[in-house]
């Protein structure tokens, strides 16, 4: 019988990020006090667990209910004068795309890639600015939804915060990357990012439905 593949969560160790063996996630762990890290059965469960944070996982066993009926009430539902951006790649780093939906009717607005070489936080990141470049070019009011806190703060701070080394592989991505940073610190815009709330409202529209 195959073994079941896992992808391994690391918040806090030696080296953050989301690994494929568990060797790889032991060595970014090992020796680190205060380590996070958990595991999941797929990829996009594992990068939506890692742009979240680890006292929102920690202990949770599968199928037990994200949130209270109460909680879910509080949250409400989404507001649908909005679009959706998400990104999927094969691996971290890997073959990367992006896009943007409406989010009530999840026509595609928008989409880049496959990129040879790209990171998911990479492709949320520009997935984002993607967003707000055809928001303001429409003149349109409505806000973004993103599942990536990282992206969210990449964007805030203006600069692309990526490990990933420049190669002659992904030119083409990082030649976006720079241009998407350009763009952030020549133009002003009043579109609220807003953080997509999957517990409550399932996987964002613009998801690419991987799992």
Known sequence: MAKKEK???????????????WNDCKAAISGYKGVEYKSFPTFEMAKKAFNGNYEEYKGKKKGASALS???????????????????????NPGVMEYQGVDTKTKKKLFKQGPFPQGTNNIGEFLAIVHGLAFLKERKSNRIIYTDSRTAMSWVRKKNCNTKLAETNEN???????????????????NTPIVKWETKAWGEIPADFGRK
Not at 172 to 184: G, K, P, Q, S, Y
């Open 7 to 21: 992808f391994y969560v690391v918040w806090k160790g030696k080296r953050p990020g989301i690994y494929t063996t």
């Open 69 to 91: 009926p109460e909680a879910l009430l509080k949250i409400g539902q989404p507001n649908y004068n909005s679009i959706s951006v998400d990104a999927a790649s094969s691996g």
């Open 171 to 189: 030119k083409a991505l990082f030649d976006l990357i720079r241009r998407a940073i350009t763009w952030l610190k020549n133009n002003s815009y």
